[in-house]
């Protein structure tokens, strides 16, 4: 699981809740929001010689990557990133979770090959 910086007082603004996944060496499942809610912007670095794939859930837990199916798929390249900003937010009726793996089909299961090389940073309410 990657690590998820909960977030602090500082980090809500009007509502919007910040957070970041600090990528592990696996296929970080995790949970960014158990409940609906409305995600607003999501952001990756990628400072490894690979690419890497950031797949979104409608989920309140965090998914099993390879078997559940993600709602959107990003792809952080090598040494790059991505942002994606809603601006009215995509909503999520369940949860809002996330996943990552090395290919973009949905029953990939490759992990991240190195730890604390891909950032993903969400905003949602």
């Keep these: 699981m990657g690590q998820l910086i909960t977030p602090d007082l500082q980090s809500v603004n009007n509502g919007v809740v910040k957070t970041k996944v600090i990528c592990a060496a696996s296929t970080n499942s995790t949970s960014i929001k ?8 999501i952001e990756a670095t990628n400072s490894d ?8 859930y409608n989920k309140a837990t965090g998914p099993t990557v390879g ?10 390249p ?34 991240v090959t190195t730890a604390n090389k891909l950032v993903i940073n969400v905003e949602y309410l």
């Design 34 to 41: 158990g409940s609906a809610g409305v995600l607003y912007n």
């Design 49 to 56: 010689t690979v690419g890497y794939y950031v797949k979104l």
């Design 67 to 76: 078997t559940d199916v993600p709602v959107a798929v990003y792809y952080a």
């Design 78 to 111: 090598p040494g790059g990133g991505f942002v994606v900003e809603k601006v009215n937010g995509s909503w999520f009726g369940t949860g809002i979770a996330l996943g990552t793996s090395l290919l973009a089909t949905d029953a990939d299961t490759t992990v």
